[in-house]
């Protein structure tokens, strides 16, 4: 055959790898005819074929699907298709083929491609004396898997090359828009530009000074002073980064980076910034993420952080006492083109009046000026323009007297899965789970551990859990949530080790809480509220590998 020779380690097409099998089939067997075959559901075409001693079947040639053998393997996928004579079996015998090829011996394997669907088959033929062997057999199911990965392999780049054209004409498009908006908008950015500058300089100076007055020996009173002095400059300091951000955003000089990024870790790390501001004002802190660590996207991972930050202190900020809860999730997960992040950040309070305006926006119309959507807000402004530059949009709506919510739209594209991270999640399938926690607006340790296919025993009452144990319950695994109060949490702990001496154990800890060495020193890993996805799957994972 013309492709003999072929000694890469890769192919052009799906049609240069199946010859190369079939070259490779043939050195291995001594079967009579080796072929591979695709079809439509409606048309057998012979992709590649080899005849030894007698031409059973012609390259290219083509027949009506259910008129073939290969239609007989396509049936029933989940078994290979073993026939020691056509002219004798009940699902050949009466066939067109078998009365024009005579009694043959004849194996199918299937195609099959990682999505479920079938791309076509690999077939052996011979004369009805012929023995194939179980090794050939691993070896025909080998091929035939890899040929499957070539088809993904090349209908994958065909898709990644059309992804790449659309990125380039979106990337031509916001250039274009840029030029036009720096065209329109130079002087009043050099005007702000300056004015920042000059602003700065005094009030880095102002705050350079503050440190230089204080002193061992000051009054309460002075060092009072000094920092209403420190922290009205820092708040004007934000105000002008954010006027800047602001400015730049408006004049097009911000420009969208598509790059893959882990969004999971994005919108974690994100939160984790504010954590100690909401603790110092006694709020609960909120995450829920329904996505999976595993799965990274496409997009300005930056730019989603600052989106999310600004809105999530102004969240905390509008807060005085209760909860701010983060709930996100992608919204067409299932397909294999770009979904849609949708962010939720729920909060106990009300809307200023001014920031109500907010409501009005639910459209990309960029010809709407960002001061009547936002009111006098300056960190919901620049937010709102980061999310226009990513084709998204801000909406917030009112959920009664004392609670208010915002949504984030924000187009993404799929990218891959971290096989070390999917990896990771198949040993922890099945695995028993004892999660003993306090009913909270924390992310939930259950779901993500359902999600990942773990059995999971879960109550906030320790007594239940001790009942379970004496009841035959034999957890690989136990989560204890500290919220439950220290001491009874860590009193239980002791109580479990001396039901289950061997019984590895992580514990969940508020944020700012610090466990006492000895104590930490008793279970196996310790765990900050919210939970990181990624550290909880590696605390699983390495937990019950050492146990």
């Known amino acids: 055959m013309g492709t003999a020779g072929i000694t890469r380690g890769f192919y052009e097409n799906v049609q240069e790898a199946a010859s190369h099998i079939v070259d490779v089939l043939s050195d291995i067997l001594e079967v009579n005819t080796i072929f591979v075959a695709t079809n439509d559901g409606t048309t057998n075409v012979i992709l590649e074929a080899f005849n030894r001693n007698e031409e059973l079947v012609i390259s290219g040639s083509e027949l009506p699907f259910d008129s073939s053998y290969c239609s007989l393997v396509l049936r029933n996928t989940k078994e290979n298709l073993t026939i020691t004579d056509t002219a004798a079996h009940p699902l050949t015998c009466s066939m067109d083929v078998t009365k024009a090829l005579g009694n043959r011996f004849f194996v199918g394997i299937p195609i099959m491609r990682c999505s ?46 059309q ?18 908006a720096e065209s329109e908008a130079m002087t009043k950015a050099q005007m702000i530009a300056l004015m920042s500058h000059e602003i700065r300089n005094p009030l880095n100076g102002i ?14 009173e002075h060092v009072e002073y000094v920092d209403m002095i420190e922290t009205s400059g820092n708040i004007l300091l934000s105000l002008l980064n954010n006027i800047m951000n602001f400015n730049i955003n408006e004049t097009g000089k911000t420009v969208v980076h598509d790059d893959p990024f882990d969004l999971v870790s994005t919108i974690e790390s994100t939160v984790y910034l504010h954590a100690g501001q909401a603790m110092e004002k006694g709020i609960e802190l909120g995450l829920n993420l329904e996505m999976n660590i595993s799965q990274v996207f496409v997009g300005d991972e930056v730019k989603i952080g600052q989106l999310l930050a600004n809105v999530l202190k102004y969240a905390i900020d509008s807060t005085r006492a209760g909860s701010v809860l983060i709930t996100a999730v992608v919204d067409g997960q299932d397909s294999d083109e770009a979904g849609t992040l949708l962010l939720h950040i729920k909060y106990t309070g009300r809307m200023l009046t001014s920031d109500k305006k907010l409501q009005a926006f639910n459209t990309l119309d960029g010809n709407v000026s960002i001061q009547k959507l936002v009111g006098t807000n300056l960190s919901l402004a ?47 399938k099945g695995k028993t789970v004892l999660l003993v926690k306090a009913p909270d607006i924390l992310q939930g340790v259950s779901s993500l551990m359902r999600r990942w296919q773990m059995d999971v025993n879960m109550t906030s009452d320790t007594s239940q859990a001790k009942h379970w144990m004496e009841d035959g319950l034999e957890p690989e695994i136990a989560v204890i949530d500290m919220g439950l109060e220290p001491d009874k949490a860590m009193e239980f702990i002791h109580e479990l080790k001396g039901m289950a001496k061997q019984l590895p154990i992580i514990i969940l800890v508020p944020y700012g809480m610090h466990m006492d060495p000895q104590e930490a020193g008793n279970v196996n890993a310790v765990l900050t509220k919210p939970v990181r996805q990624l550290d909880l799957l590696n605390a699983l994972s390495a937990t019950l590998h050492r146990a």
């Not at 077939?123 to 080998?142: F, G, H, Q, W």
């Open 382 to 428: 620049v937010s709102q323009n980061l999310a226009i530059l990513m084709h998204g949009s801000i909406e917030v709506s009112s959920l009664g007297e004392e609670e208010t919510e915002f949504q984030i739209r924000l187009p993404l594209m799929k990218h891959w899965e971290l096989p070390q991270l999917t990896g990771i999640q198949e040993r922890l």
């Open 116 to 161: 479920g669907e079938t791309f076509g088959t690999i077939c052996l033929m011979d004369n009805p004396d012929y023995v194939i062997r179980e090794t050939d057999m691993k070896t025909l199911n080998a091929m035939a898997v890899f040929l499957g990965y070539v088809v993904d392999l090349e209908n994958n780049l065909l898709v990644q090359k």
């Open 207 to 220: 705050l350079g000074l503050t440190d230089l007055m204080r002193t061992p020996n000051m009054p309460e």
């Open 163 to 180: 992804k790449l054209n659309d990125i380039e004409q979106l990337k031509q498009q916001l250039q274009m828009e840029k030029e036009r």
